[in-house]
C-alpha cells in the first residue's frame, strides 16, 4: 500500500504546505509532523507563481534570494523521508524548475529523494506528454488540480492519469482568497467522487480549525498553504514552534471529523 493510500484509509487527512528554503525549512517540516500534519506538501520557489496570492509570492522571492536551487529541494526531501519515512511528501511548483534538465531527470530524482507526488501548476493534461509519464515510470504520483469551473466534461481529462489524490482549489483565484461556501465544495467533492474513487483534498482559503473541520466532514483532505507561509515570515528562521501549535490545533479539527465519520 502507497503512503498516500495507507493515509487516506485513516479518514480525512491535514495537507500542510511551506515553501522550501524560505526559513529554517527542516525545523518546520519537522514542526508540520510533530504537530500533526497527514501530508506535506514542500513547494517550490520561482521567478513567477502565478496562481499564489502575496504570502506565497514573498515566500518564493526569500528563498530564491536567499539561494535555493532545485538541488537543495532534493536534498530537503531526501532527508525528510529519512527522518520520516510513513508521511507522504509532495513536490508542489511550476512547470518551468521541473521540466528544465527534461523530465526523466526530474522524476527520477523525485524517486531518489522518497517523493511521493509532484502537483505542477501551470501544465494542463492535453500538454502533460512527457512528465507523467516519467513521474509514473518512478513510481511517483502527478496530483492533478481541479477548479470550480472543471465541468462534467473537463474532468475526465484531469482525473485521467491522477494518482495520489486529486487537489481540488475550492476558489477560482490565487491562493490565500477567501473560503468558497462549504455547499459549493460538497457538491463539487460529490460530483468528483461519482467519478472517480481517488481521494479529494480541498485547498485555497482555509486559515482556521473551524473551516478545517467542515471541509474535513465532506472531503477526504483539508490543503492549508498561506497561513503557514505567513508564520514564517512573521517568525523567520524561529517559526517551528509557532507551526506546530498551529498545526496541532488543524489536527485536532481535522481529525474530529474521522470520529464522526
Known amino acids: 500500500m502507497s503512503r498516500f493510500a495507507a493515509t487516506f484509509a485513516k479518514g480525512p487527512a491535514l495537507v500542510c504546505f511551506i515553501t522550501a528554503g524560505d526559513g529554517d525549512t527542516d525545523a518546520n517540516l519537522d514542526a ?3 504537530g500533526g500534519a497527514d501530508v506535506i506538501e514542500l513547494g517550490m520557489p520561482f ?3 502565478m496562481a499564489d496570492g502575496p504570502a506565497i509570492q514573498q515566500a518564493n522571492i526569500r528563498s530564491l534570494e ?3 536551487r532545485t538541488a537543495d529541494i532534493f536534498r530537503m526531501a531526501a532527508d ?3 527522518r520520516h519515512p510513513q ?4 513536490l508542489m511548483g511550476y512547470s518551468n524548475p521541473m521540466t528544465i534538465r527534461g523530465p526523466e531527470w526530474f522524476a527520477a530524482e523525485c524517486g531518489k529523494a522518497g517523493v511521493d507526488g509532484i502537483i505542477c501548476v501551470d501544465i494542463p493534461p492535453e500538454e502533460d506528454a512527457d512528465l507523467g509519464p516519467a513521474l ?3 513510481g511517483v504520483s502527478l496530483i492533478r488540480l481541479a ?3 472543471t465541468d462534467t466534461a473537463r474532468l475526465p481529462a484531469v482525473l485521467d492519469g491522477s494518482s495520489g489524490f486529486l487537489y481540488y482549489v475550492s476558489v477560482a483565484g490565487i491562493t490565500g482568497m477567501q473560503q468558497a461556501a462549504l455547499s459549493s465544495i460538497e457538491d463539487a467533492v460529490a460530483r468528483i467522487k461519482a467519478a472517480s474513487d481517488i481521494p479529494v483534498a480541498v485547498g485555497f482559503g482555509v486559515r482556521t480549525p473551524e473551516q ?3 471541509i474535513a466532514r465532506v472531503a477526504d483532505g483539508v490543503v492549508v498553504g498561506s497561513a503557514f507561509v505567513e508564520l514564517v515570515r512573521d517568525h523567520g528562521r524561529n517559526a517551528a514552534e509557532a507551526i506546530r501549535e498551529f498545526t496541532a490545533s488543524l489536527a485536532q479539527a481535522v481529525h474530529t471529523a474521522r470520529e464522526v465519520a
Open 87 to 90: 508521511i507522504p511528501l509532495v
Open 212 to 214: 478545517a473541520e467542515k
Open 47 to 49: 521567478t513567477d507563481p
Open 136 to 138: 509514473r515510470e518512478h
Open 80 to 82: 525528510f523521508r529519512a
Open 66 to 68: 536567499a539561494g535555493t
Open 32 to 34: 508540520l509532523v510533530a
Open 147 to 149: 477548479t470550480p469551473t
